[in-house]
């Protein structure tokens, strides 16, 4: 699974300290907040991602391919209410003290809905393996140094960590997946075995997650105006901005990260011919 794909393109608890007890955010808020970001339409997104990379899993590793009994599996783990569910629980225990009422006023804005709508296009466009080749090559055709447009987007992906972020989601997402199969039955490693062979992985994992950061936010951006970019570079540069892109990636590791043990241990299950 391609964890870079959490890229948004994104139990509350008191805080306290030996005098002072800082509330953390309400339910409601972190809800306005979610309505702000589009969260419902990219679960939908998801879900239909979700759908055909367990497709390609079958295609790869089942005798028979894809069936309806491993689509219904599939179909389960990737419901939207329950793809919620896992990036709230993850979102909330991460998210802290942190005001949101910047953070909702800005994904409130006409700019910020602007960003929501532009990144949603390009998460449903990069569905298409055609539109994401196209856009990989605009992105290795670039040269530097960059125009201040792609300039902008950047400072807004170091700012923000993506690279590193992704990488680390995305083997993270691996090594689940492997520990599925393995409690499942379908392969025989040791744990050692297990994380050297996705540690492994990580030089090709940070060069191709490179590639589909800034061809992703290239497309993703291109209608947007290089002032448009840049507020969303100030905003990511304050406190709320950061914690808020903490709490993002927390909730969608764990998501990741549940959905790639549970499709590792069904997979391994269907391989053995059990029943699902």
């Known amino acids: 699974m391609n964890a870079a794909k959490t890229l948004a393109g994104w139990g509350f608890a008191l805080v306290v300290t030996a005098t002072t007890a800082f509330a953390a955010p309400k339910p409601a808020e972190v809800d306005a907040l979610f309505e702000a970001l589009g969260m419902e339409a990219m679960f939908e997104v998801l879900r239909e991602e979700g759908l055909s990379y367990g497709d390609d899993l079958a295609d790869q590793m089942l005798p028979g391919g894809t069936g309806p009994s491993w689509q219904a599996v599939v179909a389960r783990l990737h419901d939207p209410e329950s793809l919620e569910e896992l990036v709230r629980a993850g979102f909330d225990e991460s998210i802290g003290d942190v005001e949101l009422a910047p953070l909702i006023a800005f994904f409130g804005s006409e700019t910020g809905q602007r960003i929501i709508e532009m990144e949603l296009a390009a998460r449903r466009a990069f569905m298409d393996e055609d539109t994401e080749e196209a856009a990989r090559d605009l992105f290795r055709e670039t040269q530097e140094p960059y125009d201040a447009h792609l300039t902008a987007i950047q400072r807004f992906i170091e700012v923000n960590e993506l690279i590193d972020m992704n990488v680390v989601g995305a083997l993270n997402a691996n090594y689940m997946f492997m520990r599925g199969l393995m409690q499942g039955g379908a392969v025989e490693m040791s744990e050692e075995e297990v994380l050297s062979d996705v540690w492994g992985q990580e030089g090709t994992t940070r060069m191709d997650t490179h590639e589909w950061v800034y061809s992703f936010l290239m497309l993703a951006y291109e209608p947007l105006s290089t002032e448009e970019v840049q507020a969303y570079v100030t905003l990511s540069e304050t406190p709320e901005g950061a914690a808020l892109n903490r709490a993002l990636f927390a909730g969608f590791d764990r998501m ?15 391989m053995q011919g059990e029943s699902l």
């Open 256 to 270: 990741y990260g549940t959905i790639s043990l549970s499709l590792g241990l069904a997979l391994a299950r269907q």
